[in-house]
């Protein structure tokens, strides 16, 4: 049942190691269509994921750090990248490698932190896979850890991108590689911007001509010429 459970889970995380494949055409269909329901929700529960994580770990500590140091967010992002990054390295990397050459016999430092590479960046070669030496005592967990492990360094790996897109934004990065912003066209301001309503003309008011002194109006014909 371990290598039933731990099958899928690997697809839905984009770990192509290729020791266990579907062989029936049947199976080779299911996990066509699997995937193609199962990926897509997969990358949009870890996105979501990590823009939560964003706001805690990167977002809010910036701002708190900027009220009470006064620094701004573009001079604190560089050091806060690089803790990010020492912190990924250590905890997913480093670490892991160390108990994975020592559980796996034929594993040197180098040979687990290789694999650790190869998982979190979704390559797979499957050169190396953890757990398969027959006999191995509690192989169904270490697999399920296995698994576990790999999610949680998808997400740390998502997390430490975003950072560093954040701080390319602060330091204007990305316009090196973006194209730069066109500006609003005049049919788009128009249509956006509050159009005024055009202003009525004034009524012109008809010019009364003078009384004569009598009060009555001047009798024209009685002009002489």
Same mark, same amino acid.
């Given at each position: 049942w371990r290598t039933r459970l731990d099958s899928p889970l690997l697809l839905l995380l984009l770990q192509g190691y290729g020791y266990t494949t579907p062989l029936s055409d049947a199976g080779k269909a299911f996990c066509i269509c699997y995937a193609l329901l199962g990926v897509p929700f997969t990358m949009l529960l870890l996105t979501a994921s990590v823009q939560r994580l964003i706001g805690t770990l990167t977002s809010g500590p910036l701002e708190s750090l900027a009220l009470k140091w006064g620094y701004t967010r573009r001079t604190l992002s560089c050091g806060h990248l690089l803790l990010l990054s020492v912190l990924v390295l250590v905890f997913f990397f480093l670490v892991p490698a160390a108990i994975f050459s020592a559980l796996e016999d034929s594993w040197s430092y180098l040979d687990a932190f290789y694999f650790c590479f190869i998982s979190l960046c /979704?390559?797979?070669?499957?050169? !190396?896979?953890?757990? &398969?030496?027959?006999?191995?005592?509690?192989?169904?967990? !270490?697999?399920?850890?296995? /698994?576990? !492990?790999?999610?949680? #360094?998808?997400?740390?790996?998502?997390?430490?991108?975003? /950072?560093?897109?954040? +701080?390319?934004?602060?330091?204007?990065?990305?316009?090196?590689?973006? *194209? %730069?912003? &066109? *500006? $609003?066209? &005049?049919?788009?301001?128009?249509?956006?911007? +509050?159009?005024? $309503?055009?202003?009525? *003309? +004034?009524?012109?008011?008809?010019?009364? *001509? %003078?009384?004569?002194? #009598? #009060?009555?109006? %001047?009798? !024209? +014909?009685?002009?002489?010429?």
């Open positions: /979704t390559i797979g070669l499957g050169d !190396y896979v953890p757990g &398969e030496k027959p006999g191995q005592r509690f192989r169904p967990l !270490y697999k399920i850890s296995v /698994t576990v !492990y790999l999610l949680l #360094g998808l997400l740390a790996m998502l997390l430490l991108l975003q /950072t560093f897109h954040k +701080a390319a934004e602060l330091h204007g990065l990305s316009d090196l590689v973006l *194209p %730069p912003r &066109e *500006p $609003p066209h &005049e049919d788009h301001e128009c249509i956006l911007g +509050a159009r005024e $309503p055009p202003s009525e *003309p +004034a009524e012109s008011v008809p010019v009364q *001509p %003078p009384l004569s002194a #009598g #009060g009555q109006q %001047p009798n !024209y +014909a009685s002009i002489s010429r």
